[in-house]
């Protein structure tokens, strides 16, 4: 049994990795740090874990850390994270970041929309942690950048037709919706259950939102020239889930059929990626609790355009789930271990 | 008093036609038809009016009906609209019709994505009851086409920039998501509370939704040349609301105040069209059970594109509240009589 | 048009109240007071609230505020409201306090659910503000005591019964479950979205609510020897809105006409009370955004008690509607002023 | 492994099921009924299902049914049940049952309640399915009568007091509140989105649900005498999840410590019962998705009363969940296999 810890454990994504490690059939949860929390069970902070983990939330040195765990999650703020991490890389031990600090390649892009990066050496040896892109990397790296949720889900539905070279990927427009989880676990009126209940918004509009870069990373390694895209997030009245509604030029002469089969030909034996039949179209209520994306796509005659949808659960596909799947392909487990829940409906 | 009748009233816009008039200063509701209905008290349909309305729903002939009102809204599915409206409009009634009939100025658009048309002729007659677009004619008009609830708040946010040609037409997508309450009040599995809450998804994806000529429609009549738009509608977990995201390339000369200019000029005098300020973007909780559409957009310097966004209630703006609007300019009451109720947060 | 002043607007209380008084036919909202959002419109606080009034939120001593208005409404917390009311009433204004702080008539009561009371002296003079039990004193006083809102909802209930000696006291069972509102615009991580939605759950169990003394203390009026009851608090993934199930022993003659009939004789002229018909029973969803209360029963003659059920929105009827309401007894207007709007379904 | 069949798999019970067994590392899906859906894959009515099973719907007669499967769960309404277990028990079928049909031991009281009984020779040998009661009896039964919902939450809470003689069986009060999943997935007007969502009501109000006389059955057998008790049942604006809150006269001597006892002692070993601390009370948010059953009360001493609390997912213990509980235990399987995975939360 592998000795995971998890720093950072009293937000939400905290809480997804509890869940799914404690019952993940190659690991031992050994150490979850909280400063906020510390001295109270993991169970009393989330009483959903009760019977699950006696574990009791601390406050860790690293060396403490190092002491109790081989495997690290680091589900901490951005520049919380950069502080952390090193020590434990120098310590031997294996790390998956679910922060933002190691996800993009380039130091000037990530200090221009974050602020100065500390260990900016990790940046070339970070892997950006999508398996259906960088699997084999990921299996032998030390430190895995877990994806945003917003770039998985985009990320997902455009590779293969980037890759595929059947788009325009100057029109690119990303128009995603995030459950409100998204939001993390601090107390703050603009989360309150009265100020988003029945209602909906975007936010960052207009290419302010900090998982921009970082999407535009990831697509920009399949084209020649680099482009910039459109990405609007929007806040839904739910607690998991993103739907990311995708627009782009299509080359006039491709079919329904070749784009169906760009898909198979990429995700076809992914254990995680579904791809929808013809008019099915993704919605987050079947991907609840589970670490699908679901891929569906309708190509508009009368404007050229084709219309990508793509639905995961941000707290697990879009971060603790992506993070197990990452782990279990660094250390060799089965990469589903843990991951095998189907969603939850209704 | 002007004595009114709701032709269908056993909707969810019936029941809010009911709402505004029966608090309206100019008005006396006389009739309101269901044929599922037919007995009940509108009261024991809708408990929510108990001590608001005795109205008890009837199945009515038209002639019967026009003996009880001389003003009607039809709250009818399309096709069953154009064969009651004729009649009411030969009795010398005015009418505002909620359906899709009428909205189509051309009878083969209306024929290729509805059926048949067996009133064509009143297509030209017919005004479409948008007050910012046609007040001074839907002043004078017997026969109001009650816009679609999604036409509305896209066609708003629209104008000024058409009007001004400061974006290129032919870049417009409108990424739209409705609140259930737009699927009706019809027992079906799909709007079932397990099916819809805690989730979302698009549908009628691709060009494929019958708002979608009816929004080409009117953004055409600002164009030299006809466009076609992208239009993708998402099912929100709410009741009512919808917001509209909506996206195109802006002339590169074109600046934030220009854009405010020329909704200040288009906007500045309407009483249901809110300007938000700088970096204020509409949300639809804040115009929950209101007329008013919130208008907010962004330029996105890095890809030369504008953000429009626009919320409106759906079954207010959207429907009835637009209805009753059309009704007061038609009858030479204060336009804003019975839609002054500030909208309910939280 | 009297001048009105809002001491508190930042809260849910407040908003609503704005909403209400900004169409008000008799009033003009001349200060709102806030110290956190103090200089920032209150539109912009609540930009459901814009173009509805231009008030900017300040940060005013009494002195000031006496010169703004003649009325007042204190939306602050228990304990902030004793030290504000006083001044305002030897000033010579006419005050309705929604906080807890005048609502117990005994100052050991209140000392012993609350804390050290500053202005005992008031307590006498304060009426309690349900204008169903105290329509009269309401007319000719000038401070009111608004009434808490599950409070609201039990003894609306249960007042016919009790006038009507039908059933025994001691065996009152209030189970009350309430939208989320009224745990108030703290950011706190209980009211969260994600702490609260798509979950229920009871608070302050067993008689600790604070709401419990001033619930017994209106029950008793009716009663010979003072009695206790159970009350448990809920919350509902709502955000407006108080479904109250009340049980009582029937005594065994007792029928249903009977307690129609004790309905009837205390309800049937009142504006804001709606007794429903044979096997229809309330629902919170009926009275969203109206004053109104909606009160049905049952009898169970299986185990001879009778089930009472309640609903009201917390945020009217049980705040800032019947504060209005008083406001409208007090100054003699029309009582339904302001407070007619049809609850708003769906 | 065992080869298991559904009868009535889609519902939310049945879609329950098969999420639960695609997972179940002992058996083997092998059938799927449906008459409405048959021909369709069950991953195409439930697209959560999608790669998690190829079964499709089918309508099959008892002798195929037979010839597929060893092991029966009949999620199919009252009434249909009794058609179709004889005959799969004399093929040597085992069978849970998880409609109403022999949960209730004196055909009597079932025909008083339901409709005539066609196979009541049934009901003395079948086992209530309440593992925490009849363990042993379930491990050696060939027909199991899987617990309603309601039932199952209320008599968790109340079986270790009944067992300790601690409270006044004739003060039993239940007051309880299911999410919407519990009206099934038929489509009717009651539970539309619209009807439900930001609402809350009591239905069957008075002792006429028909969970009444199965909680009555099992409060009996732990009293000399039987009593009746009030039950009333409401609709929260959830998808899964039951809290009951009961209430009950203590007897005066009982202390907190007692009442903790009577609790441990019956369920400290149980896999699926969780107690919580004191000052802890039950949430639905908290055993959403899982098997659990969480207990929790509190003693008001200004009444002499107990309030109880007991949350459960109410398609999971209390429906699929416990089913396959109930299987483990028939069928000499890990009583927890498949039913291991912590609660959803947020």
Known sequence: ?????????????????????????????????????????LSQV?????QKTDLVCENLS????????DFFFTAVPHKTAMDIVPALL??????????????????????????????????????????????????????IANPGCYP????????????????DPRSIIADSKSGTSGAGRAAQVGSLF?????????????????????????INTFLPEPVRISFTPHLLPISRGILSTIYAQLHPEIQHADVTQLYEKMYAQEPFVRILPDNNFPATQYVRGSNFCDLGFKIDTRTGRIILMSAIDNIVKGAAGQAVQNMNLMCGFTETAGLEGAPFFP
């Not at 997804?16 to 031992?28: D, G, S, T």
């Not at 690293?62 to 765990?69: I, Q």
């Not at 970070?126 to 398996?131: D, R, S």
Request: hydrophobic content about 40%.
């Open 46 to 50: 989330f009483p959903s874990l009760r």
């Open 1 to 41: 049994m592998l000795n995971v810890a998890i720093i950072g454990a009293s937000g939400y994504t905290g809480v997804e990795l509890a869940r799914i490690l404690c019952n993940h059939p190659e690991v031992r949860l050994t150490a979850a740090t909280s400063r906020q929390y510390a001295g109270q069970a």
């Open 194 to 218: 009265c100020e988003v209940a029945d209602g909906f918004r975007a936010y960052k509009v207009g290419g302010t939102h900090r998982h921009t870069p970082e999407i535009e990373q990831e």
């Open 90 to 143: 120098a310590a031997g031990k294996k790390v998956v970041d679910l922060s933002a600090d190691f996800r993009l390649r380039d130091v000037a892009v990530y200090e221009e929309w974050y602020q100065k990066h500390s260990a900016a050496d990790l940046l070339k040896e970070a892997v950006y942690g999508l398996p259906e892109l960088y699997r084999e990397r990921i299996r032998s790296s030390r430190l």
């Open 152 to 167: 998985t889900s985009i990320i997902l539905a455009l590779a293969p037709l980037l890759k595929g070279a059947v788009i």
């Open 62 to 69: 690293t060396d403490e850390l190092c002491g109790r765990a």
